[in-house]
């Protein structure tokens, strides 16, 4: 939200209306014309091993942590392939932001998966694996759109459609644990479509 918000400063603090020629409301018509013209940066994420975010904005540098304190693993803030950083919290000067930070998948320098989006792959897997009710073909297949569904493309709504019809065969548990490992991966369209 913007620092400027109109709602916030329509009343000022002793009650009384402003007026379109109040010091405040210029000044934040001024702010929001500078904004206009300035693009804001993006600050650099820590994240862990197995994607739990530890900052959207590691410049601040009392938020970062050398291993995460949910699962203990080692945190990064760059690709481990190509070096390039991992984009965090988008700043914009004069702008309080509250935009939601949301961990990629894949590297948008280089294009591999990160860390933890092939471990969650990995866990899908094994859990398909171990399910009894699904032939070799399906497992074969359901595996193929996990794929798909992470990499949210054209392929995605058909993938929704098999991982669920999937999912619904390989029965309750393995189903629950396939939604935890890779609920924070996948698209809001594919989220919705499989789990509304
Ligand atoms: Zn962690
Ligand atoms: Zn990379």
Redesign the pocket.
């Known amino acids: 939200m913007s620092f400027c918000s109109f709602n916030q400063h329509r009343h000022r603090a002793d009650g009384t209306r402003n007026t379109a020629t109040s010091p405040m409301l210029s000044r934040c018509t001024q702010l929001l014309k500078r904004q206009n013209i300035r693009m804001g940066t993006y600050d650099t994420a820590q994240i ?1 091993l ?1 994607g ?1 975010v530890i900052t959207s904005s590691s410049s601040y540098g009392e938020l970062r942590k050398n291993f ?1 304190p ?2 203990g ?1 080692k945190t990064i803030m760059s690709c481990q392939q190509c070096n390039s950083r991992i984009k965090g919290h988008y700043h914009v000067e004069g702008v309080i932001g509250f935009s939601s930070f949301h961990v990629p998948s894949f590297c948008d320098n280089c294009g591999q998966p990160y860390p933890w989006t092939d471990r969650s792959k990995k866990a899908a897997y094994d859990l398909i694996h171990f399910s009894e009710s699904l032939t070799l073909d399906e497992k074969h297949d359901l595996n193929n759109s996990i794929d798909d569904l992470l990499k949210d493309s054209a392929n995605s709504n058909l993938a929704g459609l098999k991982f669920k019809k999937y999912a619904a065969k390989a029965g309750k548990e393995v189903a629950n644990g396939l939604k935890d490992v890779l609920i924070d991966l996948v698209s809001e369209t594919a989220k919705k479509a499989i789990w509304g």
């Open positions: 862990c197995n739990h995460c949910k699962c693993e």
